[in-house]
T-cell receptor
Framework: EAGVAQSPRYKIIEKRQSVAFWCNPI?????LYWYQQILGQGPKLLIQ????????DSQLPKDRFSAERLKGVDSTLKIQPAKLEDSAVYLC????????????FGSGTRLTVV | DAKTTQPTSMDCAEGRAANLPCNHS???????VYWYRQIHSQGPQYIIH???NNETNEMASLIITEDRKSSTLILPHATLRDTAVYYC?????????????FGTGTRLQVTL
């Protein structure tokens, strides 16, 4: 079974620039999550999709972050404009159904904002 | 969500059992205990979960006290590849609102 694919693996941008991350979940997984992990901390949930609908985006800074999951498969997370404090690893995860076990995470995108 | 308390770090000799404790004194009756781990530069990986009974799988064992206020994850024969951050999470399962909330976890260092 192929895992959760994320790209790019690394990204360095200047503050105020925009950036986008892509996630391809495991085939058939209806639930998709984006997490932000700042160095030394545990991952923090940004947004949760069930198929192509948003279930929870309460922790998403909506003035600069946006996410979409068209057709209920791939997902894109965008930051515009980026701030220095957005430097983090952005992790995508998927699960067959909305359950707390069986999450499969991708390896993440490491973003550095300079 | 019930709050969990874990030691910041632990060491374990290779080949020995690693016992990782977790306190969750405010856990409610319908909340499960989940364990995930995160190896350096990778995303978190599911290990095991349980409600009230002890659980075992190919990766680990989970021992939950009778009052459910604490639990222990046991890696029976730790190897260098088990060096990782281990997260204990308490959460209600099921439904579209199910989501994992990670704390800072326990950093386990397995040494020769």
């Amino acid at each position: 079974e192929a895992g959760v694919a994320q790209s790019p693996r690394y990204k360095i941008i200047e503050k105020r620039q925009s950036v986008a991350f892509w996630c391809n979940p495991i085939s058939g997984h209806a639930t998709l999550y984006w997490y932000q992990q700042i160095l030394g901390q545990g991952p923090k949930l940004l947004i949760q999709f069930q198929n192509n609908g948003v279930v929870d985006d309460s922790q998403l800074p909506k003035d600069r972050f946006s996410a979409e999951r068209l057709k209920g498969v791939d997902s894109t997370l965008k930051i515009q404009p980026a701030k220095l404090e957005d430097s983090a690893v952005y992790l995508c995860a998927s699960s067959l159904r909305a359950a707390n076990y069986g999450y499969t995470f991708g390896s993440g995108t490491r973003l550095t904002v300079v | 969500d019930a709050k969990t308390t874990q030691p910041t770090s632990m060491d374990c000799a290779e080949g020995r059992a690693a016992n990782l404790p977790c306190n969750h004194s405010t856990i409610s009756g319908n909340e499960y205990v989940y364990w995930y781990r995160q190896i350096h530069s990778q995303g978190p990986q599911y290990i095991i979960h349980g409600l009230k009974n002890n659980e075992t799988n190919e990766m680990a064992s989970l021992i939950i006290t009778e009052d459910r206020k604490s639990s222990t994850l046991i890696l029976p024969h730790a190897t260098l590849r088990d060096t990782a951050v281990y997260y204990c999470i308490v959460r209600v399962d099921g439904g579209t609102a199910s989501k994992l909330t990670f704390g800072t976890g326990t950093r386990l260092q397995v040494t020769l």
